[in-house]
């Protein structure tokens, strides 16, 4: 479903002279994380009761890209107590993001829309790595004691991203699957308009985009 409606606005965007890359992999050159940028992704990993060497991703896999913009959709799994967690991070102050504030309402509004989402193994314990840095996951929807390696993994991979796109010179937008917009005198939800696109829409959704490049 994400891959569906990131390609419904994908179709829309190039029906403008936007210059979109579709599918967008930046290669990670991990000596841009010496010094400060290990410093405060190490505290991340901490505070999230990592244990070990820290796993750095060596690409990022970007939705779409226009010029140094990079857009990433994020679905209900990347909302919750972990990612609020990381959110409050000292990298956060010391980077301007202008959706931080609200990620951090949506995390603490809609832990429950990830708990219906996120309890498949694949996303609850993750690949082998999350058990390895993170610990055994607890039981599946059990949120007390380890909790979610897997949800942890994803967190910690959040703040990758925030962080490496920044140090290479990218602008990161994320675009919440909560994002309303008004349309027809109130509003819909983001995700609703995208899986099922209306031709009358598409120049409010090209406005918005736009909206963003700035």
Request: proline content about 4%.
């Amino acid at each position: 479903m994400h891959q569906i409606k990131v390609q419904h606005l994908i179709t829309i965007l190039r029906l403008s002279d936007l210059p979109v890359e579709a599918d967008f992999n930046l290669e990670v050159n991990p000596s841009y994380l010496n010094g400060k940028g290990e410093t405060l992704l190490k505290a991340v990993f901490e505070d999230l009761k990592g244990k070990g060497r820290m796993p750095i991703l060596e690409r990022l896999k970007i939705d779409f890209k226009i010029n140094r913009f990079l857009f990433v959709y994020d679905d209900a799994v990347h909302f919750n107590r972990y990612r609020l967690s990381t959110l409050k991070s000292e990298l956060y102050s010391t980077f301007s993001y202008p959706w931080v504030d609200s990620y951090k309402r949506l995390c603490r509004n809609f832990e429950r829309e990830c708990l219906k989402a996120g309890l498949q193994d694949r996303i609850w314990n993750g690949p082998p790595i999350a058990s390895k840095v993170f610990g055994k996951s607890e039981e599946y929807g059990d949120l007390s004691g380890n909790g979610s390696a897997g949800w942890k993994l994803n967190a910690y991979n959040d703040v990758q991203y925030d962080l490496i796109t920044r140090l290479h010179g990218f602008k990161l937008v994320r675009i919440p699957v909560y994002e309303n917009l008004m349309t027809g005198g109130s509003l819909k939800k983001i995700d609703d308009l995208l899986l099922n696109p209306k031709e009358e829409n598409q120049q409010m959704l090209l406005n918005w985009i736009s909206r963003k490049l700035i």
